[in-house]
C-alpha cells in the first residue's frame, strides 16, 4: 500500500500543482532540520521517515515540467 504522502504527492504531480510540491518539500526540509537540531530525544526514526518523504516529493517534482527549485 503506499503511504500517504505518496498519494498526497501523486495528487499534487496529476494537478501539475508545482507549488504545492515545493512548499511541502520545504515544510519537510523545516521539520528534518528542527528535528536534528533536537538533542534531548532520539528523533532518528522521524528524521528517517521525513528523509523517505522528500525523497517521495522530489520524484513527484521530476515527473513535472519546467525548472525544479531547491
Known amino acids: 500500500m ?6 498526497i504527492v501523486d ?3 496529476r494537478l501539475k500543482d508545482r507549488q504545492s510540491l515545493e512548499d511541502l518539500r520545504t515544510h519537510r526540509r523545516r521539520l528534518e532540520r528542527d528535528l536534528k537540531a533536537r538533542t534531548e ?10 528523509e523517505e518523504d522528500i525523497a ?5 517534482l ?9
Open 2 to 7: 503506499s503511504s500517504a504522502i505518496e498519494l
Open 11 to 13: 495528487g499534487y504531480a
Open 41 to 50: 530525544f532520539d528523533c532518528r526514526s522521524s528524521i528517517a521517515q521525513i
Open 62 to 70: 521530476q515527473t513535472l515540467p519546467g525548472p525544479t527549485s531547491g
Open 56 to 60: 517521495a516529493i522530489e520524484a513527484g
